[in-house]
């Protein structure tokens, strides 16, 4: 099953851990807990040498008032964002907090059999990563040159999250994962710098023609 192409996936390299229970509380619980993003901590999305050799890198940070009016009336948790659905919010088999560190997550598992499943591969360290599933309503962008260096950082800060769709338990991590993954994850907005830097290209070869234009007709 594809990923929607109107939204927006984002992994978290930090761990997805089990939660111990205290005594008293429901002994049939498979609880997990973690964090679907962390607010201002920039990762990297990609990067790519522009028309001159000039390195670009794209970066991305989550503002952390991002999601103080998104919409999460049911959001799911899934794996890798496809197929069976382990806990549910409208259920009350998963909680969301937007807290000082990022987007806590709070999830029981053991509801389905599958969850359960689930519950012993995050326990056993097979599975421990996560990922959400969202668009975005506002961003912006900044650039920085570092002209000894030859190089351009670019900085996409998530202000508004319109919707969150779901959070994933995952298989693979992704901050530190390959160019291919990065593109997968963030194709659009890697799209659209690098749209913008063509355009800088073309727009700087016409003021080269108008330069030499303007000389000869001075000759």
Do not use: C
Not at 49 to 54: K, P, S
Not at 55 to 77: G, Y
């Amino acid at each position: 099953m594809p990923l929607k192409k109107d939204r927006e996936y984002r992994n978290l390299v930090k761990p997805l851990e089990v939660r111990s229970l205290a005594d008293g509380e429901d002994n049939t619980a498979k609880v997990v807990e973690g964090y679907a993003t962390t607010f201002d901590e920039p990762y990297m999305l990609y990067s790519f040498r522009d028309w001159d050799g000039t390195l670009v890198e794209v970066w991305e940070q989550v503002d952390r008032n991002a999601f103080n009016e998104t919409d999460m009336d049911d959001v799911i948790m899934q794996y890798d964002h496809e197929g069976r659905v382990f806990a549910r919010k409208s259920n009350g088999t998963l909680e969301l907090n937007a807290d000082e560190h990022g987007l806590h997550v709070l999830a029981n598992l053991g509801g389905t059999e599958t969850g359960r499943q689930l519950y012993e591969e995050i326990n056993g360290g097979y599975t421990n990563k996560m990922s959400f599933g969202f668009t975005v309503k506002e961003d912006s962008r900044t650039e920085t040159e570092d002209h000894e260096n030859n190089a351009i950082k670019v900085m996409r800060t998530i202000t508004k999250i319109g919707k969150l769709y779901d959070v994933s338990a995952v298989s693979l991590p992704a901050n530190d994962g390959t160019e291919i993954s990065s593109r997968n994850q963030s194709e659009g907005v890697i799209a659209e710098v690098m749209e913008e830097f063509q355009k800088r290209h073309e727009i700087n070869i016409e003021r080269q023609r108008m330069l030499l234009k303007i000389k000869s007709m001075e000759v």
